[in-house]
């Protein structure tokens, strides 16, 4: 409990720093909010970020985001004055603070201007605005069943199994019932409105390897792939070949396996990130040939029938989980 509490703190000061940095440079009547140097400064302000992400975004009681700010600088060694002027800032906030977020600070102000500029010439302000709402907001984690081992298949002892078959929905609908307030997504995705506390290694049928943590938009590529490649799910895959490249950590791989491909191999430029797609895989029950190479330099042994090229990139679509690339440096 008291981790999922840091982890909220942490991430809410990372999504909203813009916001509580031009609030605490408001309140402290000069720039010093922003730039602070030395040691002992640069903690006060990390600290203070701390009190302001539960004063302003978690409403938190005042009286306790005061008292542990302050024990917490205290602990730290900081001199009384600064433990004095943090103590200042966040009273204030606590009255101040939501007038002068309208005032002098709305979502924007957590985006790096220049990418700020791109999005206001790409999309318009208004439009630009409910882009940054959304990515100040964690999405909900959402899951792809693992299809690879349906009873249908085994009986049957054929891998070329209509995606789309009632055992598929079946075993989805099995999955989607261990977790309270969870919904089905018309592709197949379980998303989880009310995720189980804890980590999600601990969630009902993790170790089995029943499920993986995907995104939604990540299960695309695959899902269009096999939909080319079946004739919209009326033809078998069990003869051919497929090659995901730059593949870790293996959510589009395990799909391609878990679609019944004959063979998948997957390409990854990255010895540390080869190591997570392998874990991820084993975790899975699925057998690939996992190669760690620059694809550019490598060729199968075999011509492939198909290679999924789903290639890294700005990652702007991805900032409701990792909010730093908002401030990337352009």
Not at 105 to 123: C, F
Not at 132 to 144: G, H, I, Y
Not at 153 to 181: C, M, P
């Amino acid at each position: 409990r008291d981790r999922a509490f840091c982890r909220l703190i942490a991430t809410t000061v990372e999504r909203r720093v813009g916001q509580i940095d031009a609030l605490i440079a408001a309140l402290s009547n000069s720039s010093k909010g922003t730039k602070r140097k030395n040691k002992s400064d640069r903690m006060v302000q990390a600290v203070l970020r701390v009190g302001a992400a539960q004063l302003l975004f978690l409403d938190n009681p005042v009286y306790a985001v005061v008292k542990e700010t302050v024990a917490v600088l205290k602990d730290l060694n900081v001199t009384k004055a600064r433990v004095g002027y943090a103590n200042a800032v966040l009273r204030r906030m606590a009255t101040e603070g939501q007038d002068l977020l309208e005032e002098k600070a709305d979502v924007t102000s957590n985006v790096a201007p220049w990418l700020l500029d791109e999005w206001n010439k790409a999309w318009g302000e208004d439009a630009t605005k409910q882009i940054v709402d959304a990515a100040l907001n964690e999405s909900p984690r959402t899951l792809t069943v693992n299809l690879s081992s349906l009873d249908e298949r085994e009986e049957k002892g054929e891998k070329g199994l209509t995606l789309w078959s009632n055992q598929y929905w079946q075993r989805i609908h099995q999955v989607a019932e261990l977790f309270d307030e969870s919904e089905i997504l018309p592709q197949g995705s379980i998303r989880i409105h009310d995720p189980p506390v804890g980590p999600v290694s601990k969630w009902p049928l993790y170790d089995a390897g029943a499920w993986w943590c995907q995104d939604v938009s990540a299960t695309v590529p695959a899902l269009a792939l096999y939909q080319a490649l079946s004739g919209g799910g009326t033809t078998p895959v069990d003869n051919l070949h497929v090659i995901d490249v730059c593949a870790a950590p293996g959510g589009k791989t395990a799909q391609l396996a878990s679609f019944g491909f004959a063979t998948v191999t997957a390409v990854e430029i990255s010895e540390k990130r080869s190591a997570e797609l392998k874990a991820n895989l084993d975790r899975l029950r699925i057998n690939c040939n996992v190669v760690v190479k620059d694809a550019l330099q490598w060729s199968p042994a075999q011509p492939a029938d198909a290679v999924l090229l789903d290639v890294p990139c700005a990652a702007t679509g991805t900032c409701s989980k990792h909010p730093d690339i908002l401030r990337r440096d352009p």
